[in-house]
Every structure is written in structure tokens, then in C-alpha cells.
């Protein structure tokens, strides 16, 4: 297999840098300045290697659909391997998840900026409802009784909170908010559970 290109390379170290000052200023605050510097590059490389504003930020779509893609194929691999709802919780709620939170705040921003660009409303609901299909495909083999109507609320129910704990990462909130969370999750998931 070949190695990547410097070229190759340069650019995905650009979108990280990108990905970070997009969750931490804003879309419209992710500055060419304040991505070059947080890259450690100078700014007309940023032009090079990603294009102008419009192609920049179509790049940082498909990096954050991408890396969206790829937690939700490790959620979804793990997930195969649970045997009740509240497992999917934990799975999903655990301490050394892996989950990246720039990500998630990301997403919101590219989400709140669709307005100015309409391009991104697909890919990005569409990398919500894959995410939301696999809990709800978990919860179905787990709970196969449950009413389908039930299982998709209950979906909804878990993810909101999960993503949550994400799009708060800033706030720095109190860690017993994490456990409340994942308590109101629980909560929901144990409604498919049947009693033995």
C-alpha cells in the first residue's frame, strides 16, 4: 500500500485544525488566521491544500461526516454484542467512549450555518439518521417484542441526551450532569427491558 503524500497528509492535519477552531469559535469564527496558526502552517497553504472559503468548508463537512462515520461503524460493531437496552447505554455512555467532542460541536455548527449552505442539510442529516438507525437496530435485536413506534422513541430518547454530553463539553458542567444523563437514558432503554 502506498504512503500517503505530504500533500495528503498537510490536509488532513489542516481539517483537524479546522474541526478544532470550528468547535471552539463557530463556523464564521474559524478565521483563516486562527486555523492557519492552530495548524502551525501559514495561511496561504490553507488555500493550496483546501480551496477557497466555500470549498474549505465543504471539505470540513465530508472530515466531520467521515469521522461521524466511523464512531457510528465502532458504535455499531459493539453494539452486535449486547444483550439488553441498558447495555447499549452503557456502551454508549462509557467513560473511555472515544468519542471526540470537537466532532459533535462541529456537526452544530456546520448544522446552524445551513442556511448559508444549504449543500450540507443532506450529508449531515443523513450522518444523524445513520447513527440513529444503528441504536435503534441494537435496541430491535435486544428487544425484538417491543412496538416499533416505542423503539424509535426510545431511540430518540437515548441519542438526545449522548449527544448532549457532547455539545455541553464547553460549559464544563458538573460530572454528576453526565451520570443524570446516563440515568435518564437507562431509564428509557430499561422500558424495553421485559421483567423475568
Given at each position: 500500500?502506498?504512503r ?16 478544532t ?56 460493531e ?13 456502551l ?12 459533535m ?48 422513541v ?43
Amino acid at each position: 500500500m502506498p504512503r500517503p503524500s505530504l500533500k495528503d497528509q498537510r490536509t488532513e492535519e489542516i481539517l483537524d485544525a479546522y474541526l478544532t477552531c470550528v468547535a471552539r469559535f463557530g463556523l464564521e469564527g474559524a478565521t483563516q488566521a486562527r486555523i492557519a496558526a492552530e495548524a502551525g502552517v501559514a495561511r496561504p497553504l490553507l488555500r493550496h491544500n483546501l480551496g477557497n472559503k466555500d470549498r474549505m468548508i465543504a471539505a470540513l463537512t465530508d472530515h466531520v461526516i467521515k469521522g461521524f462515520a466511523t464512531s457510528t461503524e465502532a458504535l455499531e460493531e459493539a453494539a452486535a454484542h449486547v444483550t439488553r437496552p441498558t447495555d447499549l447505554v452503557d456502551l454508549l455512555f462509557a467513560e473511555n467512549g472515544g468519542s471526540d467532542p470537537r466532532l459533535m460541536l462541529a456537526w452544530q455548527a456546520l448544522t446552524a450555518s445551513v442556511a448559508d449552505y444549504p449543500e450540507m442539510r443532506a450529508p449531515l442529516l443523513a450522518s444523524l439518521t445513520r447513527f440513529l438507525d444503528v441504536i435503534e437496530a441494537a435496541l430491535t435485536q435486544v428487544a425484538p417484542q417491543a412496538p416499533q413506534a416505542l423503539l424509535r422513541v426510545v431511540t430518540q430518547g437515548i441519542a438526545a441526551p449522548y449527544i448532549n454530553l457532547d455539545a455541553m463539553t464547553p460549559l464544563k458542567p458538573p460530572a454528576a450532569w453526565r451520570d443524570e444523563l446516563k440515568q435518564a437514558a437507562t431509564i428509557l432503554a430499561a422500558s424495553l427491558e421485559t421483567p423475568k
